[in-house]
């Protein structure tokens, strides 16, 4: 029995005001902890590993940090690991934004539109999902520099889930800003 492994690490805490919603928006990462990240998984990772990034500047800083520390991985961008979009609700407050529209999204959490003209959950987990397929069709090992949506639609992925049915089966617990976690897929 042979096992890969695919490493999950989340971007550096955003230059943004706590709170905001910023899924899909490009913003930047905090240089030192982006830096911080990278010094910290360059030193783990195997050699030769291939490393699929989001194309979103907080994780694609992370990834070129993480290459220029280890010449021996190539790095690619990849929009299908890219942060949900939430819609109309990026760059607000999660605070400001209305009860009625959260409640709305959550009552139906697979197919309702984040923020109006956002991604549904079940979009979003179909374009992860399509990464994960590839890797897991793959041969080798891979690193992916993403977002903490993007980390707990693996974690479903994995388990089987290609879709949550509601809003409570969504994992609640992040990886923290420039955190890893590793997922082992056994094959005979």
Same mark, same amino acid.
């Given at each position: 029995? #042979?096992m890969?492994?695919?490493?999950? /690490? @989340?971007? *550096?805490?955003?230059?943004?005001?706590?709170?905001?919603?910023?899924?899909?928006?490009?913003?930047?990462?905090? +240089?030192?902890?982006?830096?911080?990240?990278?010094?910290? %998984?360059?030193?783990? &990772?195997?050699?030769?590993l291939?490393?699929? #990034? #989001?194309? &979103?500047? @907080?994780?694609?800083?992370?990834a070129?940090?993480? +290459?220029?520390? @280890?010449?021996? /991985?190539?790095?690619?961008?990849?929009?299908?690991?890219?942060?949900?979009?939430?819609?109309?609700w990026?760059?607000?407050?999660? #605070?400001? %934004? =209305?009860?009625?529209?959260?409640? +709305?999204?959550? *009552?139906?959490? +697979?197919?309702?539109?984040?923020?109006?003209?956002?991604?549904?959950?079940?979009?979003?987990m179909?374009?992860?999902?399509? =990464?994960?397929?590839?890797?897991?069709?793959?041969?080798?090992d891979?690193?992916?520099?993403?977002?903490a949506?993007? /980390? @707990?639609?693996?974690?479903? /992925?994995?388990?089987?889930?290609?879709?949550?049915?509601?809003?409570?089966?969504?994992?609640?617990?992040? &990886?923290?800003?420039?955190?890893?976690?590793?997922?082992?897929l056994?094959?005979?």
């Open positions: 029995m #042979s890969r492994r695919l490493w999950l /690490l @989340r971007h *550096a805490p955003v230059i943004a005001e706590a709170g905001l919603c910023y899924g899909a928006s490009d913003l930047e990462a905090e +240089a030192e902890a982006t830096r911080e990240a990278a010094e910290r %998984i360059a030193r783990e &990772l195997p050699p030769g291939a490393v699929l #990034s #989001s194309p &979103l500047r @907080r994780c694609a800083a992370l070129g940090a993480i +290459a220029a520390l @280890r010449p021996d /991985l190539a790095v690619k961008h990849d929009v299908r690991i890219a942060e949900m979009d939430f819609g109309a990026e760059g607000q407050s999660w #605070s400001a %934004i =209305a009860l009625a529209e959260l409640d +709305a999204w959550t *009552a139906d959490f +697979a197919d309702t539109r984040a923020g109006v003209h956002g991604e549904s959950v079940r979009v979003f179909a374009r992860v999902a399509g =990464a994960y397929d590839d890797w897991q069709a793959g041969q080798g891979a690193l992916w520099v993403a977002h949506g993007v /980390l @707990r639609a693996v974690s479903l /992925l994995h388990a089987g889930t290609r879709c949550p049915r509601d809003a409570t089966e969504w994992p609640s617990t992040p &990886l923290p800003f420039g955190g890893w976690q590793v997922v082992e056994r094959s005979l």
